[in-house]
C-alpha cells in the first residue's frame, strides 16, 4: 500500500511529533520558517509513505492529511 501526505506548513509549529513517529523517515523539520515564525514540517520522502497515518494522528495542530491508496485501486 502507498500513501500521500500532505503538510500544512502555515499550521505546522515544528513540535517533531510527525517526525518522530513517522516509521519510513518521510517527514523532517524545514530550515526556512514559515508566517508564525516555526520551523515547519515536510514530506522529503513522499514516496516512502505507507499512508499509515501515525504522523496525523500524532499532530496536535491537525496539520497533516493522509491518503492511502491500495494497489487494487491503481488502473495498469
Not at 500521500?4 to 517533531?16: N, P, T
Not at 526556512?32 to 515547519?40: I, L, T, W
Not at 514516496?47 to 494497489?71: D, F, H, N, Q, Y
Amino acid at each position: 500500500m502507498r500513501g500521500r501526505i500532505a503538510i500544512d506548513k502555515e499550521l505546522c509549529k515544528g513540535c517533531k511529533y510527525c517526525v518522530m513517529s513517522c516509521p519510513k523517515g518521510v517527514i523532517v523539520i524545514e530550515k526556512q520558517f514559515n508566517k508564525m515564525g516555526y520551523f515547519p514540517a515536510h514530506p522529503e520522502h513522499p514516496e516512502k509513505c505507507t499512508g499509515c497515518a501515525l504522523c496525523a494522528r500524532m499532530c496536535p495542530e491537525l496539520a497533516i492529511e493522509v491518503w492511502a491508496e491500495s494497489s487494487r485501486n491503481k488502473k495498469a
